[in-house]
């Protein structure tokens, strides 16, 4: 059974720093692209980040980018996301995801709240 288990959300101040694992269980970690989405109150899903399955290869959307930085673990079978400077728009459940083809899995998600 796939297993995708996010941690280390929690409430941070402006500016603060947090890192979010996902660990993976249940298929092979290493064969799969991973990606961070978060979804605001109110709003819709945001793609936040990506990482190829060698993890040699990343991408960022725009509003984090120069501030968050994703890796990755084969030999944990862990995805990370770290996360510098923190702003109020960062508030949201962000979720991890594993895609090989057309198989796609999700975590259920952890909270994250930057608030003074």
């Known amino acids: 059974e796939v297993h995708l288990v996010e941690s280390g959300g929690g409430m941070m101040q402006p500016g603060g720093a947090l890192r979010l694992s996902c660990a993976a269980s249940g298929f092979t970690f290493s064969t799969y692209d991973m990606s961070w989405v978060r979804q605001a109150p109110g709003k819709g899903p945001e793609w936040v980040s990506g990482?190829?399955?060698?993890?040699?290869?990343?991408y960022y959307a725009d509003s984090v980018k120069g501030r968050f930085t994703i890796s990755r673990d084969n030999a944990k079978n862990t995805l990370y996301l770290r996360m510098n400077s923190q702003k109020p728009g960062d508030t949201a459940v962000y979720y991890c995801?594993?895609?090989?083809?057309?198989?796609?899995?999700w975590g259920q998600g952890t909270q994250v709240t930057v608030s003074s």
């Open positions: 995801s594993a895609r090989d083809g057309p198989r796609r899995y």
């Open positions: 990482i190829n399955h060698g993890g040699r290869t990343t």
